[in-house]
């Protein structure tokens, strides 16, 4: 545990942090039932023209990976990194029984090497460069054999800004958080809003917010997430999301700008922030730590 902490210590600089754990397995043991030892669980919302899948894989980074239905085919996203994931999605995606025709991977390589690879505008000279190559590395040594071989072929580059469509469903690809890039905001069939994290309730991981600077950053794309009108909003981490979670994210963003404005130190800033949101869940000291650095 400890070599994870260096580890999204490390990847936290470059607020570059993603898959982190493994040990879900155990943990899930517990709370499935007898039947089938699932170890992640999916949900299915039916939307205007296309249906979402939602796969919560139930690591301790919430990473979460999609599948959108349309009439004759599938898009998957952020396909699993661990193999005990990546076997339970494929297994339910050929339940489907439609042919993927695209796989978007914005910030999470996983098992997807059979698949022909769209992603977002610098993402694959970012998963070539040394920052997500080095962070991949220490996951292949952390975590070996329960990693899926990573996908080699090469990725077709969406520019941002543009519409594509797969399976006859609209994405449409704009830039997302300016400290977390290359991360997207990819508005799916005008209905589902896709970012590397859901604004989900809970203490922002310094993972995302790396910086005091970085609360500007996400203010600005939590507002364009909500502006999209979106039904539903998504993200690499923390599932899906309903409007008022994006409202208080943009909410709890604020007090964060706020507080770390008027308070001298960390330490103060924590028991400020910890008054402010007394029960909500997640680690307010790394967080401040990362904001007074
Ligand atoms: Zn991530």
């Known amino acids: 545990m400890k070599k994870s902490i260096v580890l999204m210590a490390a990847a936290a600089?470059?607020?570059?942090?993603?898959k982190n754990n493994n040990e879900n397995t155990n943990q899930n043991d517990t709370t499935m039932n007898a039947q089938k030892e699932a170890v992640g669980q999916f949900q299915a919302y039916q939307l205007d023209g296309f249906k979402l899948h939602?796969?919560?894989?139930?690591?301790?980074?919430?990473?979460?990976?999609?599948?959108?239905?349309?009439?004759?085919?599938?898009?998957v996203m952020e396909y699993p990194l661990f193999k005990v994931n990546a076997a339970e999605f494929a297994e339910y995606i050929k339940a489907l029984g439609k042919p993927v025709v695209t796989d978007i991977t914005d910030?999470?390589?996983g098992g997807s090497d059979q698949l022909p690879i769209v992603m977002p505008?610098?993402?694959?000279?970012?998963?070539?460069?040394?920052?997500?190559?080095?962070?991949?590395?220490?996951?292949?040594?952390?975590?070996?054999e329960t990693m899926v071989d990573l996908p080699t072929q090469q990725a077709t580059e969406v520019p941002f800004g543009s519409t594509q469509q797969y399976a006859g469903v609209d994405f449409r690809f704009d830039r997302g958080a300016a400290s977390d890039f290359p991360g997207s905001m990819?508005?799916?069939?005008?209905?589902?809003?896709?970012?590397?994290?859901?604004?989900?309730?809970?203490?922002?991981?310094?993972?995302?917010?790396?910086?005091?600077?970085?609360?500007d950053a996400e203010l600005a794309a939590t507002k364009a997430e909500l502006a999209t009108g979106a039904k539903y909003f998504i993200g690499g981490h923390g599932g899906l999301v309903e409007k008022p979670a994006v409202e208080a994210r943009i909410a709890y963003l604020e007090c964060l700008k706020k507080l770390r404005a008027e308070k001298k130190d960390a330490?103060?800033?924590?028991?400020?922030?910890?008054?402010?949101?007394?029960?909500?869940?997640?680690?307010?000291?790394?967080?401040?730590?990362?904001?007074?650095?």
């Open 121 to 144: 505008e610098g993402m694959p000279q970012f998963i070539e460069g040394p920052i997500y190559g080095g962070m991949m590395k220490g996951f292949a040594e952390q975590f070996g």
């Open 186 to 215: 990819i508005l799916i069939g005008s209905q589902v809003c896709y970012t590397h994290w859901a604004p989900y309730q809970m203490h922002m991981s310094p993972l995302q917010l790396g910086s005091k600077e970085a609360i």
């Open 13 to 18: 600089i470059l607020a570059v942090g993603c």
């Open 267 to 293: 330490n103060a800033f924590a028991e400020a922030l910890k008054a402010a949101y007394p029960d909500m869940p997640g680690d307010i000291a790394p967080l401040a730590e990362a904001l007074y650095k």
């Open 107 to 109: 910030y999470h390589l």
């Open 54 to 75: 939602v796969y919560n894989s139930n690591d301790v980074m919430f990473d979460a990976s999609y599948i959108i239905e349309g009439q004759d085919g599938l898009v």
